[in-house]
């Protein structure tokens, strides 16, 4: 069974830093694209999810939107069975539920999600 598990969210400050990881059980994680996503409060559907970082199992090639480009990385650590998300100069905007999703074929599975806050 293939299980994602995020961490490290919390309360940041605006201009603030914040590393998220999604830690895979199950399976080996470096197979998968991997995907992060983010749920802004309001919002409740899966499809209202937007897209902030994708790294590919082929080469991890990553992909970002423009909203976040710049300020977010997201990285393989195949040691630790994870990707990571590092997020810099944090605005109150990217306050969400982050939500790490892993795809192969057609074969998805997402995380619990991790809350992020961006106030001060």
């Known amino acids: 069974q293939v299980q994602l598990v995020e961490s490290g969210g919390g309360l940041v400050e605006p201009g603030g830093s914040v590393r998220l990881s999604c830690a895979a059980s199950?399976?080996?994680?470096r197979l998968w694209d991997v995907e992060w996503y983010r749920q802004a409060p309001g919002t409740q559907y899966v499809?209202?999810?937007?897209?902030?970082?994708?790294?590919?199992?082929?080469?991890?090639?990553?992909h970002y939107p423009d909203s976040v480009k710049g300020r977010f990385t997201i990285s393989r650590d195949n040691t630790e069975n994870s990707v990571h998300l590092q997020m810099s100069s944090l605005k109150p905007e990217d306050t969400a539920v982050y939500y790490c999703k892993a795809t192969r074929s057609s074969n998805d599975f997402w995380g619990q999600g991790t809350q992020v806050t961006v106030s001060g």
């Open positions: 199950g399976t080996t994680l």
């Open positions: 499809d209202q999810r937007e897209l902030v970082a994708r790294i590919t199992a082929l080469h991890s090639v990553t």
